[in-house]
């Protein structure tokens, strides 16, 4: 640690240092350093730990990712990119057969191997070189292993073949570590082979039958896209799908997949699984039917990658580890330090790509801030600052890529009122100019929620085809608080779905 002794931190450089310029190598000469010093150490190279090295590396610091296997991480090669694209063909193939004189030139089936080999290039076939390159176009150090805390400020890394790498950070470590599934207490899983939603957004056939255990967001899809591809799949949930979301848009969502011929099997308990001769899976429910596919899916949810990370040992799961979390303020700052950061799925928070990466932009903004002397080191920061994910607690925005849609922002009336907020709601069945122009027999729903003291949208639901690209509207009129009678003034364009927006609005009253 010699090394260390009496170096100044450098917070004025332009950070584009690269890893080796970034540490120092021992006397030895190896390939691997064996003790590398730097601003900030980030665990795990998914898309939330590349945005918070970035961030503090453009912030004139520098940083070091360590990640032991794809730099990307899951969205990029078993979640988000590759179960979108498995979707895309069937979406866009239905949106033509839903329009008439399209409809005519839209038959026939989905070519499945067309789309796999679609849904492989967005993986860029589970490579991940061009993303090494812009880790180290962007001057962010790599090393290429597995991270543990080893004491405040330092990190180990462990390599497959052995050999460590000790690094010690003169500002702070981020933890950025990911998710793991959380496979459910169903008897005779363990003795089945069964694919999780990485082996189900990367398989190159498509299975006959599939059972799909789970109604979740990522249950939901799966069993729609393998559907459309010529699946024959039930999908099996302990309770409703979908049930954090509004019931009409569940239920769209519902009658969407049983048009693609899913048997869909709501508040169905099963008892336990085993295998089959040929291979395949047998799923024993409750209520005595046993359901046989070629392939179980298993997608019941997932929890923070907190394991064999060294906290125990510095005494930080004594913190709040309360159902697997680690507590941190809304810069990701972890309680009871002022240099251990959580951000992305491992803090917990909120499971979506897009608001890890705001927080890894929100931790990495704090490390800087305090680096400089301008945010306290454990002090928190001001809401709405550059420093913290303020929008996690009111707008968060999240879509299901089904087909139709769903597409939500903000709080439900229920969660409103549940936090003390006084709201209404305004619902109407989604029939404009614009949905009738987009599908023939266009089927959608929407609701506002109203803060009635404040006068302000606290959130916002669209089910239908295409309702995404709505949703963005509604987050900013949620963040930046707009009046209803402001709102009133931004007029949707004749004739699109957002003219939903008007019809609420003149619903509720203005
Ligand atoms: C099927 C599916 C579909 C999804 N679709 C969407 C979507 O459409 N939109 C959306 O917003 N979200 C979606 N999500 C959620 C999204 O994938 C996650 O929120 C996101 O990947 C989290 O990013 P992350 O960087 O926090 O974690 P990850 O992407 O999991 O990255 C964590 C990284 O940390 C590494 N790591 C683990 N332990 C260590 C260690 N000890 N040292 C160093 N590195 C380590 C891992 O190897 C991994 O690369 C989906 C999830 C699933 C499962």
Redesign the pocket.
Same mark, same amino acid.
């Given at each position: 640690m010699t090394e260390q002794d009496g170096t100044e931190p450098d917070s004025t450089g332009n950070g584009s240092t690269g890893h080796r310029e970034a540490g120092r190598r021992d006397a030895d000469d190896t390939s691997r350093p064996r003790r590398l010093e730097t601003d900030v150490v980030v665990?795990?190279?998914?898309?939330?730990?590349?945005?918070a090295a970035d961030r503090v590396v453009q912030d004139g610091l520098e940083a070091v990712l360590?990640?032991?296997?794809?730099?990307?991480?899951?969205?990029?090669y078993?979640?988000?990119?590759?179960?979108?694209a498995l979707l895309r063909p069937g979406t866009a193939l239905a949106a033509a057969r839903s329009v008439a004189g399209s409809r005519e030139a839209g038959t026939g089936m989905l070519d499945a191997q067309a789309v796999l080999d679609r849904r492989n290039s967005f993986t860029s076939h589970w490579n991940d070189s061009s993303q090494a390159e812009w880790v180290e176009g962007a001057g962010i150090g790599l090393v290429r292993?597995?991270?543990?805390l080893t004491g405040p400020r330092e990190?180990t890394?462990d390599y497959d073949d052995a050999g460590t790498t000790t690094i010690v950070a003169r500002r702070a470590v981020v933890l950025?570590?990911?998710?793991v599934?959380t496979p459910p207490p169903l008897k005779g899983l363990d003795g089945v082979e069964y694919w999780g $939603?990485?082996e189900?957004?990367s398989a190159q056939e498509v299975p006959p039958r599939l059972i799909v255990f789970g109604g979740g967001?990522?249950g939901t899809?799966?069993a729609q896209a393998w559907a459309r591809l010529g699946s024959r799949v039930t999908l099996v949930a302990r309770h409703d799908i979908l049930d954090s979301y509004p019931e009409q848009a569940r239920e769209l969502v519902k009658a969407g997949l049983v048009s693609d011929g899913v048997d869909v099997r709501t508040f169905t308990a099963a008892d336990f699984v085993r295998g089959t001769a040929d291979g395949g899976v047998e799923l024993c429910l409750q209520d005595g039917s046993v359901l046989s596919a070629d392939r179980l899916l298993v997608?019941t949810g997932?929890a923070p990658?907190l394991a064999?990370?060294g906290l125990e040992e510095l005494g930080l799961e004594e913190l709040d580890m309360d159902s697997g979390r680690l507590e941190s303020d809304d810069s990701g700052l972890v309680r009871g330090t002022d240099w251990l950061y959580v951000?992305?799925?491992?803090?917990g928070k909120?499971?979506? $790509?897009?608001?890890?990466?705001y927080e890894?932009r929100a931790a990495g903004a704090a490390i800087s801030a305090r680096a400089r002397g301008e945010l306290a080191p454990a002090a928190a920061p001001r809401a709405w600052s550059r420093e913290a994910s303020t929008a996690n607690h009111v707008a968060v925005p999240?879509?299901v890529?089904t087909d139709p849609e769903i597409a939500m922002v903000g709080r439900t009336a229920e969660q409103a009122r549940a936090g003390g907020v006084n709201v209404s709601e305004t619902s109407l069945e989604l029939s404009v100019a614009g949905s009738s122009l987009y599908a023939d027999d266009y089927r959608g729903w929407a609701q506002m929620v109203v803060d009635e003291d404040r006068r302000v949208v606290v959130g916002m639901t669209f089910a239908g085809p295409g309702v995404s690209e709505l949703l963005h509207a509604a987050t900013i009129a949620i963040t930046g608080e707009v009046p209803l009678e402001r709102l009133w003034h931004a007029v949707p364009s004749y004739p699109t779905i957002s003219e939903i927006w008007l019809r609420l609005l003149e619903k509720y009253g203005l």
């Amino acid at each position: 640690m010699t090394e260390q002794d009496g170096t100044e931190p450098d917070s004025t450089g332009n950070g584009s240092t690269g890893h080796r310029e970034a540490g120092r190598r021992d006397a030895d000469d190896t390939s691997r350093p064996r003790r590398l010093e730097t601003d900030v150490v980030v665990l795990g190279g998914g898309a939330v730990g590349e945005n918070a090295a970035d961030r503090v590396v453009q912030d004139g610091l520098e940083a070091v990712l360590v990640e032991p296997a794809l730099i990307g991480g899951e969205c990029s090669y078993w979640a988000c990119m590759p179960s979108k694209a498995l979707l895309r063909p069937g979406t866009a193939l239905a949106a033509a057969r839903s329009v008439a004189g399209s409809r005519e030139a839209g038959t026939g089936m989905l070519d499945a191997q067309a789309v796999l080999d679609r849904r492989n290039s967005f993986t860029s076939h589970w490579n991940d070189s061009s993303q090494a390159e812009w880790v180290e176009g962007a001057g962010i150090g790599l090393v290429r292993g597995r991270g543990r805390l080893t004491g405040p400020r330092e990190v180990t890394v462990d390599y497959d073949d052995a050999g460590t790498t000790t690094i010690v950070a003169r500002r702070a470590v981020v933890l950025a570590t990911g998710s793991v599934p959380t496979p459910p207490p169903l008897k005779g899983l363990d003795g089945v082979e069964y694919w999780g $939603t990485r082996e189900a957004t990367s398989a190159q056939e498509v299975p006959p039958r599939l059972i799909v255990f789970g109604g979740g967001v990522s249950g939901t899809e799966l069993a729609q896209a393998w559907a459309r591809l010529g699946s024959r799949v039930t999908l099996v949930a302990r309770h409703d799908i979908l049930d954090s979301y509004p019931e009409q848009a569940r239920e769209l969502v519902k009658a969407g997949l049983v048009s693609d011929g899913v048997d869909v099997r709501t508040f169905t308990a099963a008892d336990f699984v085993r295998g089959t001769a040929d291979g395949g899976v047998e799923l024993c429910l409750q209520d005595g039917s046993v359901l046989s596919a070629d392939r179980l899916l298993v997608s019941t949810g997932r929890a923070p990658a907190l394991a064999h990370l060294g906290l125990e040992e510095l005494g930080l799961e004594e913190l709040d580890m309360d159902s697997g979390r680690l507590e941190s303020d809304d810069s990701g700052l972890v309680r009871g330090t002022d240099w251990l950061y959580v951000v992305g799925d491992a803090a917990g928070k909120v499971l979506l $790509t897009h608001q890890g990466k705001y927080e890894a932009r929100a931790a990495g903004a704090a490390i800087s801030a305090r680096a400089r002397g301008e945010l306290a080191p454990a002090a928190a920061p001001r809401a709405w600052s550059r420093e913290a994910s303020t929008a996690n607690h009111v707008a968060v925005p999240q879509v299901v890529f089904t087909d139709p849609e769903i597409a939500m922002v903000g709080r439900t009336a229920e969660q409103a009122r549940a936090g003390g907020v006084n709201v209404s709601e305004t619902s109407l069945e989604l029939s404009v100019a614009g949905s009738s122009l987009y599908a023939d027999d266009y089927r959608g729903w929407a609701q506002m929620v109203v803060d009635e003291d404040r006068r302000v949208v606290v959130g916002m639901t669209f089910a239908g085809p295409g309702v995404s690209e709505l949703l963005h509207a509604a987050t900013i009129a949620i963040t930046g608080e707009v009046p209803l009678e402001r709102l009133w003034h931004a007029v949707p364009s004749y004739p699109t779905i957002s003219e939903i927006w008007l019809r609420l609005l003149e619903k509720y009253g203005l």
